[in-house]
């Protein structure tokens, strides 16, 4: 069960120089601005348990990771040879439901098999991580498929 969250920007919004120095896709996005800022983001997954289904809830998420990190994902992807097994990052998402949450802290562990990496939120007094510590309930499933379908409508 996955839910994937919309990139944190407007792609389209940037303005051209910016866009025609910049990469995106499906799991990596590196922002060079014409300021010498580069922001790097990659996609990884958010999973919130589901007690009373033994399973797992997840959120597709764009995490921020320093170059060293972004360098060190990008050289072990396709062959699933990481140069370390996690990194520090920040989610760069407002979480539906969970106000407060962009830019929580975490650590994000790679995976094998071009996996998306799976993210750990770090210890913080926001009920995104108690969620992902405690799990969620199906219902909650239930009304974000139900905001989805009528935002898409």
Known sequence: MDFALALPFE????DAETRAA???DQ???ELRYSNGEVGRLIRCVLPLP???IAGEFRFDVWMSVSEKSWDTYRAGFESGVYGAKRCFAYLMHEAPDYEGSYRLHADVFFQPEKLRPR???Q???????AAQRRGI???QIERWVALSHRSMH
């Open 119 to 121: 993210v750990a939120l």
């Open 137 to 139: 309930e199906v219902a």
């Open 27 to 29: 799991d990596f996005c």
């Open 22 to 24: 910049s990469h995106l």
């Open 11 to 14: 792609w389209d919004n940037l």
């Open 50 to 52: 589901v007690p009373s």
């Open 123 to 129: 210890d913080a007094n926001h009920p995104l991580v």
